[in-house]
């Protein structure tokens, strides 16, 4: 059953409360309002607020993002960014999976890993740390100039050299630029923690986090100079901080980018847990 006609796109208005939503019972990055915002639509069915993101592999189409409460008028249906437990989950409701593929990984950490930077495998990233604040003026803040700020993203983005990058590659670089800016522009309407870090009284990097639930935060971005060692950690045990009380936090999935997969495994998730597009077709009775 196909419901594209009838979707709405997610905007300010109802971002955050559709993410409210969505958080109750979907634990992921791609629930944070400043995600649905950028990637997502809506609509009201059966008293019911349902999630839809354009499918990647079926062009003009549109998947459901997390499984709804009512699912007695769904035949065949696409879902995306779905984790094992919720395939699961869709197979018991009565739903045969006639399709499944591989989107990436998801990276969840221990807040309390970065709050303690305790034991061996944490080892070179207090050595970093202490080196970064050992050698150059930190200066932390959590408002600061949104000119100043987009300016940095526009020159980390220059500092990438998309030119070089495939097609595919292009079109999701500067997508990611157009939605950073964009949350950016947004920090005083959503509600967020965010962090700006001179180093030398000079931006050197920037992040944006948001509460998902009890248990989990999200990290929407993190902006650094690469040349800036250690800085990336900084930010991220600035993060905790904020979040202290919150035991998890996720940044997401690399995509594509095996630099920043690399860089994930790097520090030490607890948990990597694939997301997956699903055809699922409801299993006749009789």
Known sequence: MSFVSKLQKITLKNAVEISHILAKKKSSFFVNPFYLLNN????????????????IFRKGQ??????PKHTDKLEQQGFTLLFNDEINELQSLGFKIIEKKEIGVEYFFKTADFL????????????????????????VFTFYDKNKAELFINEWAKSKNSEKMSEKE???FDK???SNLEAISLLDVISNNSYFVEVDHKLGGLAIDVRLNNDLYAGVFLKVN???K?????????????YKDTPFFTTGAAGGNEGLAEHN?????????????????KKKIG
Request: hydrophobic share 30%; glycine share 6%.
């Open 116 to 139: 303690e930077l305790k034991g061996k495998k944490f080892s070179q990233m207090r050595k970093t740390i202490n080196k970064l604040k050992r050698e150059h003026d930190i200066n």
């Open 176 to 178: 990611e630029l157009k």
């Open 40 to 55: 997502c639509y809506f609509q009201e069915r059966d008293g019911e607020t349902l999630v839809f993101q354009s499918s």
């Open 230 to 242: 250690g800085l990336t950690e900084l930010i991220t045990e600035l993060s905790c901080r904020g």
């Open 62 to 67: 549109h998947n459901l993002i997390h499984i």
């Open 170 to 172: 292009r079109h999701g």
């Open 226 to 228: 690469n040349r800036i």
């Open 265 to 281: 495994k790097h520090m030490h998730p607890c948990e990597e847990k694939m997301l997956y597009f699903v055809l699922a077709e």
